[in-house]
């Protein structure tokens, strides 16, 4: 053990006299620190903003005047989803998905105001985030300080002498493998202090270890890689071509077939084409807008029946209300029914794509990091499906209210007379049917399940790796 600590200590003495090696540290690590505390601050204050809107669209909401109860279902509400605390490090589908959703009734709109601010904040670059340097930059750090790490022994005739003082291929891996190890960790540093600040924003500690523990599995992984590959090649040249182009393929080339392959092989429907099915079902169930419609004739007997009476105008029960209230339930029924085929189809396609983390550790490192940050798309998903429990929610409030009580005559000739019309304007005290709405992360267990699969493809990634080395190591010679 001794030698593998003394192997390792005078390789990271020779990095530290190495100007080449000291320049590259301190540009990387000053980048890590001004793109964390940049991502840091911008989501900080998007959290902060979002988190405003939000009590201003509820306040807006309950504030509006005595009026009928159908204009405050058009009136509408909007609910916003604020950044998590560990989208500092990794913002995820947060800038393609949009922010917001308006909730109306009669339909489901998607959600907008996708954040572009990031590219004036980063001069341009709009997705270097905390996340990305990690993902991409640093294994380049990693390969310019090690590709020539065994190499360089043999260059300088050192590996024989070594190696006939009894210090062992095993010994000399394990020492090197320290020492670059020792520099991953050690540019895990900014990505720990911004765990820390997440913690402090209400982060769980085991979520933010687990982002932490990630990364460092990942830069592992490169740094077996690079000391198998310079423990198997006699060329430094030909060791930076194989480590680049196996970058280029894992961080460029891989994501991009997993994205189209996923695409191809499970394509999905054009919005105009989908849009047009939705609309037809719904003609079919109707709005609830005309209660003398079709759709609503056989609700009209039943309630006639239920009743006994034989005029709507005698029904304790405005019929307009009823027939908004059950149309929107039906509504809700057929809109849903397409939101959870479009969601379906789409976490079916991000599983298939994070699958090709078997071919390039880049691609389940960010699966991994996005659904540990609480930034994939599950989480989106999930905000979709809690703003449709809000509006629905809110609607139906509002639908009783007319059911309940405005006057089926006073109803029917608010817009030809002016009393009617007023006595059909309710008390704003109404509008308290909206719940607030406050979109938080899942739970870090739950984050940790989601990201178990990522996991196990960087751990296989490591063992793979690491057995090559220790392998090539085992057979190395002079």
């Known amino acids: 053990m001794n030698r593998i600590f003394a192997i390792a200590r005078e390789e990271s003495r020779l990095w530290l006299r190495s100007r080449l090696a000291q320049c590259t540290l301190l540009i990387f690590a000053l980048l890590l620190a001004a793109v964390s505390i940049s991502t840091s601050l911008r989501m900080s204050e998007e959290h902060r903003e979002r988190s405003e809107q939000q009590a201003l669209a509820e306040e807006t909401f309950l504030s509006q005047p005595d009026r009928h109860p159908h204009r405050m279902v058009h009136y509408g509400h909007y609910v916003f989803r604020p950044p998590p605390p560990l989208a500092m490090i990794d913002p995820g589908v947060d800038a393609v998905t949009g922010q917001s959703i308006f909730l109306e009734g009669h339909r489901q709109n998607t959600a907008m105001f996708a954040d572009a601010r990031a590219s004036a904040d980063l001069g341009g670059f709009e997705g270097l985030t905390a996340a990305l340097v990690y993902q991409l930059f640093v294994p380049l750090l990693l390969i310019a300080i090690g590709h020539g790490v065994f190499i360089r022994e043999r260059e300088e005739n050192t590996l024989a002498p070594l190696l006939a003082q009894g210090v062992t291929g095993i010994q000399l891996y394990a020492g090197k493998w320290m020492a670059l190890a020792g520099v991953a960790l050690a540019l895990l540093l900014p990505l720990a202090m911004v765990s820390a600040a997440a913690i402090v924003r209400g982060e769980t500690l085991l979520a933010s270890l687990g982002v932490i523990g990630l990364y460092a599995i990942y830069l592992f992984v490169w740094c077996g890689l690079i000391l198998l590959v ?249």
Not at 287 to 300: C, I, N, S
Not at 310 to 334: S, Y
């Open 230 to 478: 310079s423990a198997r090649v006699r060329s430094r040249a030909l060791s930076l071509g194989v480590l680049a182009l196996f970058w280029l393929a894992s961080a460029l080339i891989v994501p991009r077939m997993a994205v189209e392959s996923a695409s191809a092989t499970m394509p999905a429907p054009g919005k105009l084409e989908t849009d047009l099915r939705m609309q037809a079902e719904l003609r079919e169930v109707g709005d609830g807008h005309y209660a003398g419609a079709p759709q609503f004739l056989q609700l009209q007997a039943n309630l006639l029946a239920l009743y006994d009476v034989e005029r709507v105008e005698d029904l304790p029960v405005n019929f307009r209300g009823v027939v908004a209230e059950a149309a929107e339930a039906d509504l809700t029924e057929v809109m849903n029914r397409f939101a959870e085929e479009r969601m379906d189809l789409e976490a079916r396609q991000a599983r298939f794509a994070e699958s090709f983390g078997w071919l390039s550790p880049v691609v389940a490192v960010s699966a991994g990091s996005r659904a540990l940050s609480g930034t994939d798309l599950a989480t989106h998903h999930r905000f979709l499906r809690e703003a449709e429990d809000v509006r629905f929610d809110f609607i139906q409030g509002l639908n009783r209210v007319h059911v309940e009580q405005l006057d089926y005559i006073d109803d029917m000739n608010r817009s030809v007379d002016a009393e009617s019309e007023r006595r059909t304007r309710m008390s704003a005290e109404n509008w308290n049917v909206l719940d607030g709405f406050s979109f938080q992360p899942a739970a870090a267990d739950e984050r940790l399940a989601r990201a178990g699969a990522p996991l196990a493809m960087l751990f296989a990634w490591f063992l793979l790796v690491t057995a090559g080395g220790i392998h090539a190591a085992r057979r190395m010679q002079p």
